[in-house]
């Protein structure tokens, strides 16, 4: 069982940057691939960003490539998105995932986080 807490959502303006951090609990999660979805009402969630068990391999969707970056320390059970160049369409609830393997839609993915809302001003 792992469970996921989101933070580091908030409100920043075109063109600044945030740094969203989950943490994980339950001892699977060191073995575990990690991802970020986000979502806007109305809308399926959407993958953003996923990174394999050890860091070693990394995807990204086309709409943030060069802008976001996750990574992820597993000393310390937390995967981390870095997200620079924010533009207004990237406003939506931001969240964190696990599972035992690497993918970009959401069913592969079996435990969730509550989610951390990000809005970007224009």
């Known amino acids: 069982q792992v469970q996921l807490v989101e933070s580091g959502g908030g409100l920043v303006q075109a063109g600044g940057s945030l740094r969203l951090s989950c943490a994980a609990s339950?001892?699977?999660?060191?073995?575990?691939?990690g991802a970020w979805f986000r979502q806007t009402p109305g809308k399926e969630r959407e993958f953003v960003a996923a990174i394999n068990w050890n860091g070693g391999t990394t995807d990204y969707a086309e709409s943030v490539k060069g802008r976001f970056t996750i990574s992820r320390d597993n000393g310390k059970n937390t995967v981390t998105l870095q997200m620079s160049s924010l533009k207004p369409e990237d406003t939506a609830i931001y969240y964190c995932?696990?599972?035992?393997?690497?993918?970009?839609?959401?069913?592969?993915?079996?435990?969730w986080g509550q989610g951390t809302q990000v809005t970007v001003s224009s």
């Open positions: 339950g001892r699977a999660f060191s073995r575990y691939a």
């Open positions: 995932t696990s599972g035992p393997f690497m993918a970009d839609y959401p069913r592969r993915y079996p435990y």
